[in-house]
Each structure stands twice: as C-alpha cells, then as structure tokens.
T-cell receptor
C-alpha cells in the first residue's frame, strides 16, 4: 500500500463546476498535511496547508479526518487557470520526511 | 536569486557513467529534500537532510545512489553507473525547519540516460 494515495485522474470539468479530490494516508502518526499544485513541466508549489479544524482559502477548502486518515480538497467555481495536477502531501516522522501522493490531474474546460 | 537553485537543468549521459546533481537551497533553510519524478508520475521520495544529517535514506533506490550535504547548505545527489531507468526529473526542495513548514522546490534537473 502506498503511504499517500489519491483519487485517480484525470478530472475533466466545465468552468464554474465544483470538484473534490480525496487522499488517504497510511501513517496514523502523521502530523502535518498539505496540498501542492504542479503545473505541466513545472515544480510543485504549496497551495494550502490542511488543519484539523478544516480551512478555507477563497474558492479552496481543505478538510482533515484523522480517524479515517483522510484528506480532501474542494474547489468551487473552478477556473481555467485551476487546470493542474494537485498533490496531497503528508509529513511522516516528526520533523522529517514529506511524502507526496501520485497527484490528481484537473482539466477545466470552457 | 532567493529561490532553490539546481544544476544542471538538463543532463544527457551515457549508460554506465556517473552523474552528480547539485542543489543550492534557500539560505538558512535547515531541511533539504530530494525527489525523483518520472514522466507522468508522482514525486518519489529519495532522501532528506536536517542540517547535514540524513535521518532517512530509505527512499534511495539502490546503492548506486548517494547524497551528501555540507555546511548546512549545498547538497549533491550522485548516481553511479547510470541506467536507463534512472531517466527522470530530480527535484530538490528546502524548508526552514522541516516538514511542518512550506517546502520550496527548485526547477529540477532533467536527467536522460541514453
């Protein structure tokens, strides 16, 4: 089993749609979680951290369920510019190893 | 520049040769990570450093791979006797204190083994 697993993609949605990505992690001791975004042939960049209480940043909402070892990302009112690969990330071992999921590709169409 | 810098940006090498990839992290960042990304795949963890120490080397694919960091700064990833399956983009990232803070990535080294 992979340490961080994500929904298989690609997701093809029209502009304005709401789309949700899911992610599970295997290590119950993981402390911190993130969503990164990677554009084609570019390096990953932090989209948002994920907090236990859930957090929102504009059109983006991240949720964490520790009991189920599950993380989600919701994108509302999707834009063409949201087209990218979204990477779920978990911190394994205190202060250490950042493990990335394989990514979910999103394509927003006009 | 203030970002993570990797060199070379592209490297083509013959099978069996050794290659050395370099990463200059953001100044003052104590944590440094190496990942491998094959075409169309996710990021595969290789190794990370806290300062000059590598607490976890479990991601290194084989004993042909090694990495070091000196002066809590520059890191090199060395691949000996390269194989075609080593072809990938090698990404380096650094963060101020470790995994609980944002990791900033370099633009990667695209390695092609022919």
């Amino acid at each position: 089993r992979k340490e961080v697993e994500q929904d298989p993609g690609p997701f093809n949605v029209p502009e304005g749609a709401t789309v949700a990505f899911n992610c599970t992690y295997s290590n119950s001791a993981s402390q911190s979680f993130f969503w990164y975004r990677q554009d084609c042939r570019k390096e990953p960049k932090l989209l948002m951290s994920v907090y236990s209480s859930g957090n929102e940043d504009g059109r983006f909402t991240a949720q964490l369920n520790r009991a189920s070892q599950y993380i989600s990302l919701l994108i509302r009112d999707s834009k063409l510019s949201d087209s990218a690969t979204y990477l779920c990330v978990a911190l394994f071992n205190q202060g250490g190893k950042l493990i990335f999921g394989q990514g979910t590709e999103l394509s927003v169409k006009p | 520049g203030a970002g993570v810098s990797q060199s070379p940006s592209n490297k083509v090498t013959e099978k069996g040769k050794d290659v050395e990839l370099r990463c200059d992290p953001i100044s003052g960042h104590t944590a440094l990570y190496w990942y491998r990304q094959r075409l169309g795949q996710g990021l595969e963890f290789l190794i990370y450093f806290q300062g000059n120490s590598a607490p976890d080397k479990s991601g290194l694919p084989s004993d042909r791979f090694s990495a070091e960091r000196t002066g809590e700064s520059v890191s090199t990833l060395t691949i000996q006797r390269t194989q075609q399956e080593d072809s990938a983009v090698y990404l380096c990232a650094s963060s101020p204190f470790g995994g609980d803070t944002e990791a900033f990535f370099g633009q990667g080294t695209r390695l092609t083994v022919v």
